[in-house]
């Protein structure tokens, strides 16, 4: 999502391999620890480089914060596109996002909506990507959605883009009670009651944390 520095040479597919290594290693730690608690330091031995690699690609911490962001949102726009374009659609993108919490317990929050709580507030240029990331994602559910509308599966009153804005609030808002109660309950109830309003999909049967 963030363009790269029109005069930054092109990268060999072992630089390429190089720089992802050193990202999604920074996406870890910030996941876990937060912005504020990793250092560069930090980031370097996790992600194996030495320190000139890591200054080579990333001179600063706001670089590789801003290539983590971008990371973060491809991540999770590319899973649910590939869940809602699976044949079962919504019921594979259900079970993606409640087992996505499960794993955690809703340890760390969302992947990108911590960063925004983090960073909205005191990085504007963060914020700006952030909420293009969000912008991705809401676009990635709205596919899916009129896919089901094309089916006839989703209420023909029911605007995809708004249920989009509605789901992606909804998640953000049960990931956040599942964070400070451990458990998948909340996130669940939450999303299973509007999918059930919206479309009529019944709640999973499994146990839940």
């Known amino acids: 999502m963030n363009d790269e520095a029109v005069d930054r040479p092109r990268l060999t597919p072992k630089g390429a391999r190089t720089r992802a290594r050193i990202v999604e290693a920074a996406a870890a730690l ?6 504020a608690s990793t250092t560069l330091e930090e980031v370097k031995v996790a992600a194996e480089v030495s320190g000139s690699q890591m200054y080579h690609y990333f001179p600063d911490k706001n670089e590789l914060l801003q290539a983590v962001i971008d990371y973060q949102a ?3 726009v590319k899973h649910n596109r590939r869940a809602l374009g699976s044949p ?4 594979a993108w259900r079970k993606m ?3 996505g919490v499960g794993s ?5 929050g969302c992947a990108l909506g911590s960063l925004g709580g983090q960073l909205a507030e005191s990085d504007p240029e963060a914020r700006a990507l952030i909420a293009a990331g969000f912008d991705q994602w809401a676009a990635a559910l709205s596919d899916g959605l009129r896919s089901l509308r094309a089916e006839g599966r989703l209420r023909y009153d029911i605007d995809p883009d708004d249920l989009a804005t509605t789901l992606l609030a909804t998640l953000q808002g049960g ?12 996130f669940e ?4 009651t509007l999918l059930a309003l919206a479309i ?9 944390g």
């Open 30 to 35: 910030i996941h876990a620890r937060g912005v």
């Open 74 to 76: 491809d991540t999770i």
């Open 88 to 91: 079962k659609g919504v019921e």
């Open 97 to 99: 996002v409640v087992a």
């Open 104 to 108: 955690t317990q809703g340890k760390g």
């Open 175 to 186: 990931l956040l009670l599942a964070q400070v109660q451990r458990s998948t309950r909340p």
């Open 189 to 192: 109830t939450a999303v299973d």
């Open 200 to 208: 009529g999909l019944e709640p999973s049967q499994e146990p839940t």
